[in-house]
Nanobody, 119 residues
Framework: QVQIVESGGGLVQPGGSLRLSCAAS????????MRWFRQAPGKERELVAS????????MYADSVKGRFTISRDNAKKMVYLQMNSLKPEDTAVYYC????????????WGQGTQVTVSS
């Protein structure tokens, strides 16, 4: 069955770094674009970063541009989000999302990982 499992969240001080990982299984990973979303308490879920199925193009929200880097390893069926210069406003649950490049209805979510930026 389809599984998307995030890991790597935790508590970090402002200015620190974290790397989130997303392990995918149960679908043809190389034919899915991958995204990271986040949702802070009382706020809507927002798109943070995305990467094409081949990894040749990425996109970032303005709020994280220059600080976050999304990458993928199709051989390992993994997606990563390197987060540097973290700010308290980056505190949220981070979700990994897969969407088929052929069938838009084929989309899957992970369960999320908590990132807390606080001194």
């Amino acid at each position: 069955q389809v599984q998307i499992v995030e890991s790597g969240g935790g508590l970090v001080q402002p200015g620190g770094s974290l790397r989130l990982s997303c392990a995918a299984s149960g679908f043809t990973f190389r034919t899915y674009a991958m995204r990271w979303f986040r949702q802070a308490p009382g706020k809507e879920r927002e798109l943070v970063a995305s990467i094409t199925s081949t990894g040749d193009s990425t996109m970032y929200a303005d709020s994280v541009k220059g600080r976050f880097t999304i990458s993928r390893d199709n051989a390992k069926k993994m997606v990563y989000l390197q987060m540097n210069s973290l700010k308290p406003e980056d505190t949220a649950v981070y979700y990994c999302h897969a969407i088929s490049i052929y069938v838009k209805q084929a989309a899957y979510w992970g369960q999320g990982t908590q990132v807390t930026v606080s001194s």
